[in-house]
């Protein structure tokens, strides 16, 4: 009953308030993103994946470094769900903690790269001339590289591990926004209702922050979203190359590595965390996917 | 006419702007380093009065902003130091790697695009249908999936279980150093020099890196193919050419396809230049002695010298590919004025 309710409230075609537009719109979004079965199955293996990671100390069987060089290398089994690694360590238990590692570094990654992606863009856009020319041939730089390549560079210079890695990938991982957010606020600079914002007298500050941040923020979602899997896959290939987490972090990309030697005889050592990977990186690409179509149908 | 070297003299100073970038981030990168230059040449046992010495030769000794101008001016002569693990000058080494990266990406995108290009067309043409999701997931698949677990999986599969391909590496042993370098590219050399054993062996060695490397990046050029098709479909004149009566097939590859050939030469050459990128981690597991694996080879024993020689040459390279596909819509779509 209450929620046929809450259902015509949303649709309402006349909204009372500004709360009931907006909600109203977002019900709107979620009903188009609901009717991609793709999307949303990126959207609960995603979810899933972070419960799972964030439940590790419930979920874990063993200490993910206990080590039992008895029983190394073991196939799957009812003790042991997905075997253990070279020193007889659970891999399950393992890629539950692994997942924090993992999730924790894109987190990071994210959190530095897209205020400042969007700050770099939404300034350049705004005011445009020499501020603009001197921070898009900055973006531009950074852009000339590849990221892996930069990030290794950069890596190797400073000490490997986890920070040095995050700091590596954002450092080359916001030059795309700042173009993106760069490009919306240059549609939105000349609109009417922002002459109108600045005839009311608010300051440049202001209506950067209030009337056009907001506004790049949709591309932007939909961008940080698909980013996310390519930054999984390059902190795990910085993992792999014994540039990113260090062992014995059960760190997926550094599982692999590691577990490389027996990848001929005990090819699941390798396989499974790899296989993470995989899964993680695939839903965050679906969720994107399925985030562009109903956020940024232009884009599609 | 006039318009057009104008803006040609623009882009060719921001060129200049990023190319000056790209080298001062590579030699700020070597400068930020906590590994002190010194000790890595002669070690940490050296006598206080040589390290002293051997700073000063280096120019360590002087303020950042020489050090840097010394730094262009030997780039400007083609000197990128010399390689502390394998005594060569950096530029010989990367003469040296460079083809068989080449060659390795090469290969992919050739395959990438005769499979990447059709199975897009074919998404757009059955757009909705089951076909296209299932391209799409396909797609969506290699382009999610670790590049360095592909490849470790492909060895497991076609080399050490099925044994269909040969191993790690670029030639067999008994075969390596048979042909004489003369474009570096060993399937060429060996045409050249009519081996037909090293010519086989070089393309099976080759089939394994490529195909991985292939499906990481046709997941791109499919999407792209399929959205630009889509547009294209949806055109006026592919409406024409139906209610002209040309067959299905002749609308779809001679008007649409045709309209979009200059736009995916772009998507190419944007593909081709993240390949650099994914032939990092292919080269190291497949052994094969390209700039991807020298890079990590140099990384893991802090030969700075050849990193950021190795990380500038891949720059400059990504972004003149960056800039040829920039030039190329330009230069071949007249729509673009």
Redesign the interface.
Known sequence: MSEAINRAWLLSDAPASRAQAAWGRRYRLWCDFRANPLAMSGLIIAVLLILASLAAPLLARYDPSAQELTNRLAVPSAQHWLGTDELGRDVYSRLLYGGRVTLGMVLAVVLLVAPLGLAVGCIAGYFGGWADALLMRVTDVFLAFPRLILALAFVAAIKPGISSAVAAIALTAWPPYARLARAETMTIRNADFIAAVRLTGASSARIVLRHVAPLCLGSLIVRVTLDMSSIILTAAALGFLGMGAQPPSPEWGTMIATARRFFLDQWWVPLIPGIAIFVASLAFNLLGDGLRDVLDPKQR | MKNRFGRLAGSAS?LL??LF??V???FL??R???IDPIIAIIGDHAPEDVIARVRVELGLDRPLYVQFGIYVWQLLHGDLGRSVMTSNTVVEDIQRYFPATIELATVAIVIATLIGVPLGVLAAVRAGSRID?GI??FC??G???????LA??S??VFY?TLDWAPGPGRADVGLEGMVPVVTGFLTVDSLIERDWDSFYDALAHLVQPAGVLAYFSMAYIARMTR?FMLDALAGEYVITARAKGLSNLRVIWRHAFGNIAVRLVTVLALTY??L??GA??TE?VFSWPGLGQY??VS??N?D?NA??GA?LV??II??AL?LLADAAYKLLDPRVA
């Open positions: 921001s702007i990023t970038g790209l001062l981030v590579t990168i070597g930020v380093m906590p999701i799409r997931v969506l698949a382009h999610s999936i670790p590049i360095f677990l470790l999986m060895l497991l050490a959205a230049a993240g650099l990128e990092v981690v190291t890079l990590t990384l893991l802090a700075m990193v950021l990380t891949v720059g990504y972004m960056n």
